[in-house]
């Protein structure tokens, strides 16, 4: 019997970009491919892309260059692969180059470098198709593309306009991940909270009664699964105080990962945020009024062109009284093609890089704080990998990769992906140290 073409794959950047890389894997296991973890052992290499920030290509462009030394036959997706002739001119050996999202050309082009061996047979797959993420967490894409003009951003130019899925898709693809064993879902987009604005919310039929693609039904719905929901990418629209009584009622984590990028009006005006006029503030406060245990996480840019002193300043001051659980922080690059990059007052580099450094000092010494006050609370934890010397687990306020952890003691029966509830005993800047109960 002959044996079946390898597939080696390289997936970088976000969760969305790994959801792709999941979609391609799937499709080609399905046709009989097989795929394989080292470069060695695939007759060829797929590098998906991230090509959001100059840091971003700089490392797709070296993830290239590393399978093609290593390997020889690679095709790029991606969204670096909108730059066609620019990969070409740093990489000439690339066999193949796709842009974000076009599953069919890069399923076509494997085709026709290396023939799949027999017609495609469904149950060559599991019915949840291949992850790449740990068995009992998976992330649910639910749209595709931006509609915002953000002047720092150019997903719009590389991923297109906003294209929900329908609802009905979105939850029959839920159910398939619960059913395969996921304990943890992380719902995912360019922007959560403006699911299905571009089909008007039209409404599908579901367990055969109707729920319109909105994100409050979605996520309504979500919840009666019975596994932890996780929302990220949510703007501050007015609606998003609908999901606070869901996470009340434990039908949502409390959890929101919402990308205020900036607190100073001035600076959001110039960076043409949506909701830039919102009153975050006084949200935040009524959020946590209603779930104390409400966690936050946002990512912000410092050296915005144009941003003065006075701006970071106000930045800072906003962190203090707002004191977010996680903060992750961007010196501002121009990125190639970004509006931005035509504002005035450039900020110089030495600037960002303190201004940097003086957000995370401030941030650290405010998620120190909020931690301790967890300290002797008795927690939900979900675990990731049992060592020799502990058990890493997360906290209902921690995502995956992104934030901090739970460490238990060795010796304990548990296993990836077991819920269980502990009692905090320590706390440091950004982690937790806790006991089985």
Sequence with gaps: ??????????????????????????????????????????????????????????????????????????????????EADFIKAKHPRVLAITGPQQYDTVISTVHDLLPPPHEPFLDLIPPQGIKLTPHHYAYLKISEGCNHRCSFCIIPKLRGALVSRPVNEVLKEAEKLVASGVQEILVISQDTSAYGVDINYAEFKWKNLPIATRMTPLCRALGKLGVWIRLHYVYPYPHVDELI????????????????????????????????????LERIFAWRKEVPELTIRSTFIVG????????????????????????????????????????????????????????????????????????????????????SNNIVARSKGDAPEIDGKVFLPPGINLSPGDISTVQVERSGEYDLWAVPI
């Design 245 to 280: 009584p869901l996470m009340g009622d434990k039908q949502l984590l409390p959890y929101l990962d919402i990308p205020f990028q900036h607190a100073s009006p001035r600076v959001l005006k110039a960076m043409k945020r949506p909701a830039a006029e919102i009153k975050t």
């Design 1 to 82: 019997m002959k044996p079946s073409p390898k597939i080696g794959l390289v997936s970088l950047g976000c969760p969305k970009a790994l959801v792709d890389s999941e979609r391609i894997i799937s499709r080609l296991q399905a046709e009989g491919y097989s795929t394989v973890s080292t470069y060695e052992g695939a007759d060829l290499v797929v590098v998906n892309t991230c090509g959001f920030l100059n840091s971003a290509r700089e490392e797709s462009l070296s993830a290239i260059g590393e399978a093609l030394a290593k390997n020889g036959r690679v095709i790029v997706t991606g969204c670096l692969g909108t």
């Design 304 to 387: 915005f062109p144009g941003e003065t002193e006075e701006d970071f300043q106000y930045l800072l001051e906003w962190l203090e009284e707002a004191e977010l659980d996680r903060v992750g922080c961007f010196r501002y690059e121009a990125v190639s093609g970004a509006a931005a990059n035509k504002l005035p007052n450039a900020v110089p580099k030495e600037i960002s890089e303190r201004r940097w450094h003086q957000l995370m000092a401030t941030q650290k010494k405010i998620s120190e704080r909020r931690l301790s006050q967890r300290v002797g609370q008795k927690i939900d934890v979900i675990v990731d990998s049992v060592r």
